[in-house]
């Protein structure tokens, strides 16, 4: 029976929410709690999200609420700042990288390297969460750095993000890349950026 109070177009499910706003299922839940979406339960006990609520926020007509907000202050560590890896050769698109990134005001250190040679000694004095790299670097290009990386243990646990200018069947000619490896093409999709890198500083906050 549908409640006339709310009718169907009105509400997302917080799935739909998520999806909409580009964030995971887990961070639209802890929106709600905190009360940053408005949201109800349905008698079955099922969250539907505000489409309103959602819409405004979009538009930024409602606050996006950081990591710090979102997440139980305790559990936030100022010094314990998630550390993204960029490895890169074109300094320009370097520099894009790092505006943008530090534009989210987010709790991150931001690490550099402009090859793949960089980017081991980075890898090896910070132990990074996140990396971003090209493939076609000089030197050691991204494709050594991450056969490298995954013929052996000590790099486990870092989520790799690959933005290449090459297709898929170029990487595949050249021997591929290991699983669970997400390519993204060229021009730099800083929303899914965006949203993998917030999902992983929760992850990192929660401890």
């Known amino acids: 029976m549908t409640d006339i109070r709310h009718p169907p177009h009105a509400f997302l499910t917080t799935r739909e929410a998520a999806k909409v706003l580009g964030i995971s299922t887990r961070t639209a839940q802890l929106w709600v709690e905190k009360g940053f ?94 990396l971003i790299i090209d493939l076609c670097m000089p030197g050691m290009d991204g494709i050594q750095l991450i056969r490298s990386m995954s013929a052996s243990d000590w790099a486990s646990g870092m989520d790799i993000l690959v933005v290449t200018g090459i297709d898929r069947s170029e990487i595949n000619a050249l021997g591929g890349l290991p699983g669970g490896i997400r390519i993204f093409p060229k021009p730099v999709p800083f929303d899914e950026l965006h949203s993998i890198i917030y999902e992983a500083l929760e992850q990192h906050i929660a401890g």
């Open 37 to 130: 979406l408005e949201a109800w339960k349905t008698e079955g006990g099922h969250r539907r999200i505000s489409r309103t609520s959602v819409e405004h926020m979009l538009a930024g007509k409602l606050p996006c609420p950081s990591p710090k907000e979102t997440l139980t202050p305790k559990k936030y560590d100022q010094t314990g700042n998630l550390k993204v890896l960029i490895a890169e050769d074109d300094i320009t698109l370097l520099k894009l990288y790092t505006t943008a990134i530090n534009s989210w005001k987010l709790p991150l250190e931001i690490i550099t390297g402009k090859n793949g040679i960089e980017a081991l000694v980075q890898i090896g004095r910070h132990a990074p969460s996140i």
